[in-house]
């Protein structure tokens, strides 16, 4: 079971370490025969979307948010749960009114520890029958850290960009 009450790296600093000391209720148990860069995609992205399924979901802001609007159906909800690229965007207005779209802001560590649960054993059975994989573009060693920020805001990759140490 995963509950997660504090976002290490949002709301606390030093999360780009090689020994990171955190409370155990924000502990993750990862099944055998999953590996720790397939591991490291299912919180935010799977979770995410588990628990709010219906959306487009941004976590990189700045210009993406704008063209995330701009993907969405008629009716879309677009949720944006991340500034990776910047605290700042500039949308299409048209793309809101004329698509009757709404956005959205999303938390994930503030959900309660009953929609962590489910969410999270519902992931890990679908990671563990192959039914799902996370999408990891690229890995980098910590020593690159802000190598792979850069390659996430300007690279735009499909897929999860993981630090590994």
């Given amino acids: 079971m995963c509950d997660v009450h504090w ?8 999360a780009y370490s090689e ?3 955190v409370r155990k ?5 990862i099944p055998e025969g999953i590996d720790d860069v397939s591991a490291a995609g299912i919180p935010v992205a799977y979770l995410t979307a588990r628990l709010r399924a219906d959306i487009v979901i941004d976590g990189v802001g700045g210009e993406v948010l704008s063209e995330a609007l701009g993907a969405l159906v008629l009716d ?3 949720t944006t749960l991340g500034y990776a690229a910047s605290r700042t965007a500039t949308i299409n207005v048209t793309n809101l009114i004329w698509q009757r779209a709404s956005i ?5 560590f503030a959900q309660p520890q009953a ?15 192959g039914a799902i ?9 910590l020593a690159e850290t802000a190598d792979a920020l ?16």
Avoid: H, M
């Fill in 25 to 29: 209720e924000s502990l993750c148990l």
């Fill in 133 to 141: 994989k996370p999408i990891v573009a690229r890995t980098f060693p």
């Fill in 104 to 108: 959205k802001s999303f938390i994930l």
């Fill in 7 to 14: 976002a290490y790296g949002v709301f606390e600093d030093g």
């Fill in 19 to 21: 020994w990171l000391a």
């Fill in 150 to 165: 850069r390659y996430l805001v300007e690279g735009r990759p499909f897929g999860r960009v993981v630090v590994t140490v």
């Fill in 76 to 78: 879309g909800s677009l």
């Fill in 115 to 129: 929609a962590w649960a489910e969410a999270w054993n519902t992931i890990v059975a679908l990671l563990q029958s």
